[in-house]
Every structure is written in structure tokens, then in C-alpha cells.
């Protein structure tokens, strides 16, 4: 474990003494656990969402985005598409919609897991008692984010809730037996380096099974759009190699974007950079195109399929594991 100061300063210092300082063992902890890139199935079955984060290109005021939600039945099928194409873990992700969700979602978890797919959820703020079945149906890992460890920080940017609200979520998903998955926004507009590393540290202390982080990305109609442009890919891969030296098994995405922002999180280098600096999951999107454009939390998604995968892990060398 890091101390903040120790976090602060590799935050600060000069990229090239990263990449020897930090990066490089972060590969190198990563090599020595057999270099495996986890390719991870992923269906945003609805993108209909009640609450009003100031970031999120689906939050309920953006009424200028077409919503959808998938059924029960529409989920199973794709499941089996993800089945026969060899994936072993499925990502069930939705806008925080839980009166309308929670039943068909059941129904998904179950459907899944009885295809022996390992499930990961992410899916927005439940009743304790919630998690629990959905453990029950035989969901593994559940995602809560913190989004931002600044208590006054995320009550401003996420109205609908509160952070005392938030970390019970979090608490309650650890005790339902389910993994949890967690982390931050790296570098929204306004934030501070101290407030990056505090996010460090609470994603550290947390012992995630699963660090979701990517840098800010500006979606259209969102009132944080006004305040900023996109956070830094490069404070983004600091984090990536600060998580893995830190959280030596936990998984960390890959899917990161790179200074192009029009192959959203399946730009190559992108993808790289977070790869070599300890990275391990990337995701196959199986939602039809026209659905895919629709689940958009920030503008510039883009995820690709299995063919993506594959190229990653050719031209990175890391053995693809799909199971
Ligand atoms: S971040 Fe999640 S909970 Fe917040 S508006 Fe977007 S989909 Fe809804």
C-alpha cells in the first residue's frame, strides 16, 4: 500500500520516471501472474435511468436520448451468442432503473448463470436485501462505483443520491457475498490531484475485485460537459499501474481510450498504453449497433466485439482468456 504522499508524487513526476518507477513493475507484478488479457462479454440491456449525475450522457434529464430497454428473453439469447462464441464471463450493465429492472433481472442472472456464464452486475443502488438475491440467482461480482471519494464532490455531481448512501450500497454489496467492483472518474473538470489520490486509496482500501476506471469523458447535454473537457488518459494509466502494484490480483480495464477520442474505449493504443502499464480486462459489446450508439454514458463509447480482443492480445502478447 501507498501512502498519499507516495501517491501524490508519482501523480507529479515526470512521465518518463513513472513509466521505470511504476509502470514497468506494474507490468512486470502482471507478467509474473501469466500476462492473461480477460475478455469479458458485455450486454447494456437498458439504458433508462432515473437518477441525474451531472456527467452521464443517460441521465434522466438528457431527453434528447432515445431509450431502451431489453427483455429477459432478448438478454438470454444474446447470452447464448456470448456462450457460443467461448465467452465464460457476461457484464450486465443498466441505467439505475430498479422498479422496472430488478424482476427481468432475476430472471437474466438465472437464465445466465444456468448457461454457466460468470456474472458481473452493474446495475445502480439497490435495498441490501436486493443483493442478496441477486447473489442468490447466481450473480458473482456486483459494481458499485464511488465515483469520487470527496464526500461534497459527489453530492454535487450525483444529485440523486448521496455518498453516505453511496458507501452503504458498496458495504451491503460486500456483505451479500457478491465481489465487489469499484472505483472513480479520473480527472473530471475541477478535480484536484489530492482528491485522485484519496480515489486511489479508497479503491485500494476497498480490495475491489474489479477497478472500472476510466478518465472523464464529456457526453452531450450533460451539465458537466459545460464545465471542462476530457480528463487525462495519461493520469488514467497512473492510476492503472498505481491499482495494480497495489491490488496485485484484482482486475483493472484495459478498455481505455486513447488521445483520439473517435474509437471511444476500443482505440488501440489506447488500449496498449493501459495494457503495458498493468491493465488485464477488455470487453466484447454484444448489443446490436443501433442500441450500442443509444447506451451512451459519455459520447464516443465505441466497444468492439471478440475480433478486437484478439488483436489486442496478438499485438500486446498477453495470452486471451475468454473463460
Ligand atoms: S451514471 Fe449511472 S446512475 Fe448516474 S445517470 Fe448515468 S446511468 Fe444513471
Known sequence: MFTK???LDALAMPWPAFQAAFAAPAKAAWRARGDVMQGVAMIGFSNVCRNQCLYCGMRAGNTALPRYRLTASQVRELAQGARQQGFGRLFLISGEDPRHNFAPLLEMVAAAA???LRLTLACGEYEPAQYQELKAAGAAEYVVKFEMSNPAS???LNPSTSFAARMAAIEAVQRSGMLLASGNIIDWPGQTLDELAEDILLTARLQVSWAPVVPYLPAANTPLAQEGG??????ALREIALLRLMLPQADITGGQPGEDMRNGFSDRQGNLNALAAGA???FADLL???LADDFRVTDHRAV???AHLQEMAALSGMQLRLD
Open 5 to 7: 504522499q507516495e501517491i
Open 114 to 116: 444456468g448457461m454457466g
Open 154 to 156: 459527489f453530492n454535487r
Open 230 to 235: 476530457r480528463g487525462s488518459v495519461e493520469l
Open 280 to 282: 488485464n480486462v477488455l
Open 288 to 290: 446490436p449497433a443501433p
Open 304 to 306: 468492439q466485439g471478440l
